[in-house]
């Protein structure tokens, strides 16, 4: 089989319950739906960290956020850094990517040809992106901080508002139309919707029957033993002051926000058939992480909590046509870390390089094929890790993300380092500077039950397992020799066991002509000489 295209579509802060195949009765999501129905849906996807950069930087290199310390929005992957752009490159892969990766710092400068090919460049268009304007309330309102504009006023011609997702999509198609025919490509197409602020045109949310709309989770009180980072939300953001009506309008408006993304991916799924290519194409659709959207009186999101809200999300693969899949929804444990292992099964290379990644492959191929059996999410710094608080983003208090940029700059331990192993039935949260949490999931996420006398031992187990998480991956040790044991090293030691320093030249400058490392060298004169 040749390599197959692989196109990655990937929306910002998506949650997994907003797709209509996976349960959801209100949502529109027919072209989501469809690839799943074709490919695979893993209904038990989970994301390793809850906001974007250090998610992004874990699934592109099958790495967890800890593994080399991209636990912030401002640790971004640096140039000696491998990924899956990098390892399909080298790979004979065309390199493609939208200019929204939250992935790579200075990427213009830094990695334009070095890793990426080609950008989807969009900047001299006819019809430019439409940026429309945030409707905040008065400071002090119980709208200053929702994030929740609703419907968008039409253009005046009444054409359909395009926005800067719209002009990425285009830039993709033209590159479909036009891509080199003589090597397959890797086109990563990364959106800003359904990110907030909440917004969007009538047409598409028309399309969310509000009569279906599930319930949110109820507000969350102060006894429930929820986080700090949680509960502060909750009181900074007003939304939990909100009738359930307005709520229910919120979560309607995102939900339609995620019928446009729907519809995005629609054209491009068109473009890759029109160009008779689609059957050569494996479409994977993966979110960063989810949304609160109103869950527990709180929206968008924040970097060291972990609900499913927040990290549960979409992960759709429709392989090649060469492939088969057992397909629909898939009910295993997944990571997005598996994103890198299973991208390369597909494509039938080998990275050459160590990851955490698990390739999905095999239960791709067979629902009864077991993947993990826990997921692992993280977040949050020590105290003192000023720089991991993300004060550099914090353009003032009335920003809309004012007050969770400013509980992150707190050192009371509010934004306290913070883990999350999950399984079907059960999740642990160690907190470094709080009280761990623990939920039965079959009961819900808004009572922690980690006081429970009866479920002491499972807590045990679930602690035991990060333990051995954290050991397994918490770094990783450079393939490459290090060559400060020079040679002048080497004669050096040689000449120490008692050997002329005139000799150990000459056999140091023999053994290095023999093209193997000097680590090597020195091992077997060590031998040689006795030491």
Known sequence: MNKPNILIINPDQMRADALHHLGNEASHTPVFDALAQEGVSFRNAFCQNPVCVPSRCSFMTGLYPHTKGHRTMSHLLHPDEENLFSDLKNAGYYTVSSTRGDLMGGQFKKYHKSLIDEYLMFSRVKTPATLVKSKRGEKGSDTFFSFFD????????????????????????????????????????????????????????????????????????????????????????????????????????????CAKVDAQAGRLVDALKKEGIYDDTAIIVLSDHGDYTGDYGIVEKCQNCFPDCLTNVPLIIKPPAAVTADSGVNDSLAELTDLCATVYDLAGIDCGRQSFSESLLPAMQDKTVPHRDAVFCEGGRLMGEVHCSEQNNLLSEDDIYGPRLLLQTREDGTHTKAAMIRTKEYKYVLRLYEKDEFYVLAEGERVNRIDDAAYQPMIAELKEKM??????????????????????????????AGVPLFLAKAVTGVLSLSGKPLSQVINALRKKVGM
């Open 467 to 496: 333990l051995l998480w954290y050991m397994k991956t918490c770094d990783l040790v450079p393939r490459e020799y290090d060559e400060r044991f020079t040679p002048e090293f080497l004669q050096n030691n040689i000449a120490s």
């Open 150 to 257: 609703g419907i968008i006023p039409e253009n005046k011609n009444g054409r359909e508002i395009r926005n800067i997702d719209d002009l990425c999509i285009d830039a993709a198609i033209k590159f479909i139309q036009k891509r080199p025919k003589d090597q397959p490509f890797f086109l990563f197409a990364g959106l800003n919707f359904p990110h907030p602020p909440y917004q969007i045109e009538k047409k598409y949310y028309d399309l969310i029957d509000e009569s279906k709309l599930q319930n949110r989770i109820p507000n969350i009180s102060d006894g429930d033993g929820k986080p700090r980072m949680e509960t502060s939300l909750r009181d900074a953001l007003s939304v939990s002051d909100w009738d359930e009506d307005r709520l229910r309008d919120l979560r309607r408006t995102y939900l339609a926000m």
